[in-house]
């Protein structure tokens, strides 16, 4: 049973750029919530999806954007990238039926931005 | 907003020592508080606690809510090198599901 993966495990960017990280969600699971951990500290939420619809967000701003395709699979996107979003990205998948609660996180992605 | 404070921030312990985490937390609507470790990248659950006062085992490690004082604990007795790893505790509403506020992480380093 394959696990939440995520790609690409590293990126490096320049400020300014824009970036698109990728999830796929445990098998069996219909709804993607991505968080951002900045070193030392623990994840923040950034938004949820499910039924390929924003269901809710955290305090970011709208240059953070997402995704999700009918195969439940979510993209997020940040544009005008910023030193300040150098962090690791997770993606964590739940089944909306179970309520959502128990979360399963992929391995992340790692931006650096320069 | 709601808010997870936990402590120690980093814990230092040799190996066969048993060792307790807290989690302490404000939040409305309160469902559930998450306990999960974090080795390298992805934080891998540990327990979901709902109800006050039922203690969850797994192995070494042990877990407890207090609803009316608002914090957990982690205990893991006999500590052993694999126990090094961050641990991390979230809480989520009831209208919230999929949406977990994280504290910041006790830091944990056990020695042999």
């Known amino acids: 049973d394959a696990g939440v993966t995520q790609s690409p495990t590293h990126l490096i960017k320049t400020r300014g750029q824009q970036v698109t990280l990728r999830c796929s969600p445990k098998s069996g699971h219909d709804t993607v919530s991505w968080y951002q951990q900045a070193l030392g500290q623990g994840p923040q939420f950034i938004f949820q999806y499910y039924e390929e619809e924003e269901r809710q967000r955290g305090n970011f701003p709208d240059r953070f954007s997402g995704h999700q395709f009918p195969n439940y699979s979510s993209e997020l996107n940040v544009n005008a990238l910023l030193l300040g979003d150098s962090a690791l990205y997770l993606c964590?998948?739940?089944?909306?039926?179970?309520?959502?609660?128990?979360?399963?996180f992929g391995p992340g992605t790692r931006l650096t931005v320069t | 907003e709601d808010k997870v404070v936990q402590s120690p921030l980093s814990l230092v312990v040799h190996e066969g020592d048993t060792v307790t985490l807290n989690c302490s937390y404000e939040v409305t609507n309160f469902r559930s508080l998450l306990w999960y470790k974090q080795e390298k990248k992805a934080p891998t659950f540990l327990f979901m606690l709902t109800s006050s006062g039922i203690e969850k085992k797994s192995g070494r490690l042990s877990s407890i809510l207090d609803k009316k004082e608002l914090f957990s604990i982690l205990n893991i007795t006999a500590t052993q090198t694999g126990d090094s790893a961050i641990y991390l505790c979230a809480v989520v509403r009831n209208t919230n599901a999929g949406k977990s506020t994280f504290g910041d992480g006790t830091t944990l380093t056990v020695k042999p």
């Open positions: 964590a998948s739940s089944f909306l039926g179970q309520g959502a609660y128990e979360q399963y």
